[in-house]
């Protein structure tokens, strides 16, 4: 069983950053690849990044690719999310989500447990 729970949204302006963390229970960490998923109303959950195990392999969509970035430290059972150049469409909950997949995943249903959201709101 793995407890995630994430932190760092906020309201920020347009062309901002902001850095999500999500803490994660148990000395299971480095067995699950972890990704960042978002939901903004009225819209289906839509992948954000993925990061593998040992954080060797990281994808992104290509509405993020170039403006945010994936890590992990295992040490502290932490991934994060740092998003720069922030638009208004980033604007959405964002979820971290923990999978037993061997390398990374971009589809929600390969994940096994997930957070319960952080609140992300870009102002244009």
């Known amino acids: 069983q793995v407890q995630l729970v994430e932190s760092g949204g906020g309201l920020v302006q347009a062309g901002g950053s902001l850095r999500l963390s999500c803490a994660a229970s148990?000395?299971?960490?480095?067995?699950?690849?972890m990704g960042w998923f978002r939901q903004a109303p009225g819209k289906e959950r839509e992948f954000v990044a993925t990061?593998?195990?040992?954080?060797?392999?990281?994808y992104y969509p290509d509405s993020v690719k170039g403006r945010f970035t994936i890590s992990r430290d295992n040490a502290k059972n932490t991934v994060y999310l740092q998003m720069n150049s922030l638009k208004p469409e980033d604007t959405a909950v964002y979820y971290c989500?923990?999978?037993?997949?061997?390398?990374?995943?971009?589809?929600?249903?390969?994940?096994?447990?997930w957070g319960q959201g952080t609140q992300v709101t870009v102002s244009s």
């Open positions: 989500a923990a999978s037993r997949t061997q390398g990374i995943s971009a589809m929600a249903y390969n994940y096994d447990y």
């Open positions: 148990g000395r299971t960490f480095s067995s699950y690849a």
């Open positions: 990061i593998s195990r040992s954080a060797g392999i990281t």
